[in-house]
DNA sequence: CCAAAAGTGTTGGCTGTACACCCATGT
DNA sequence: ACATGGGTGTACAGCCAACACTTTTGG
């Protein structure tokens, strides 16, 4: 009857030394030409909206196997009927490579110093980051935002950074270690760094709830 | 580039003496002609999926002002590239006018006793489901599922119905005093009922977070 | 008088939070 | 030697779960 143009959107977390930050991307086509926007685009024919996400993540990050799920479906982004779905990731930013072959680089944007944006992109981060914070509650999501092995400590300042305020170190710990959802590594981490510290990793690379 | 059949599809929950029930209709139209499945269709042109949620709920139910959220968008449910964004409501049995004007008409199912359902019409009612046990626990959602006015024996089936176990009286009711969402009315139900019973309100008939 | 549902408090365990000091290493 | 970040325990408060009896009414 009324076919719709479909687009999935996605929202790129990641967390570095400024903080959470959002991957933007410069919009090649009219409206908002040149505004920057979140990553997305059309389905393919035959594309399921999960594989469309994959496919646009991939190709401004280069990851595959990386936290991406359903946020929300949003018609009335632009007024001309299209749908967007939108989808978030989480990414370990010392493994990303950012797609270079375009006449805009993509970039990283701290959470609270966003530039203007295209179509209501702002409420779609919104609703992301709210998600984010309260998904890093109840599962193990932050297993996408570190490399394989980490400190605990990293792993405060990457709950930190989401939650954008300050945790204490004994409770942090406690808790965690008591959810289980990390192990020691038996290794420790000395680069340049005061005292050696103990390395550790997610038992599941994969979403687990708790 | 490749417009898709956009539709909504709505699982309408309701709670009556036989526990949570989920509304039914039989499809006019191949694919699974004739089979029970979940109300829905494509949007209208100009129409929002809000609105076209809205609109469906209405023609089942003719309630307009009920709670009403979106799920989660599918894209595998036919095989020919359709998009559904599914919809949940919660309504009041007493309230409710179902469609008549129908060769098959509409009908109440137990959560636990469905029959045969079109396309994977039950992983959206099972995702509705668990969506509604959460909320049940930080939001007043169950305000759509009763009558303005209620007791609070009343409150605590329906709550029973949803989580299908049952509750300690006492611990229930602090816990429902406690969070300040319903008030006295002052007045007492009485009707064809062994010892009359305070009647309660909502304080707000919206969805609120605590 | 009996059945049915309304109403009402206390206790113990668990969980989350607040809080401060010592240690190993690099510079 | 000092600066930096790693690592560790305890005490109190709030929250949730378990638990049983009395009261009021209708039949």
Redesign the interface.
Known sequence: ??????AVLVVIFTVSAGGLQVLLIRRSAEPFKDAWSLPGG?????E???EAAERKLDDETGLTEVFLE?L??F??LDKR?A?A?AYFALVDLSATHLARRREWLPKWFPIDDLPPLAFDNDDVIDYGLRRLRAKLDYSNVAYSLLPEEFTLSQLQRTHEAILSRSLDKRNFRKRILSLEIIEPTGRVASEGRHRPAQLYRFRARKPVVF
Chains 1, 2 share one sequence.
């Open positions: 009857m009324t076919p719709r143009q479909v059309l389905l393919n024919p035959g399921s909206l999960q359903q929300y479906t018609s009335d009927g749908v779905v």
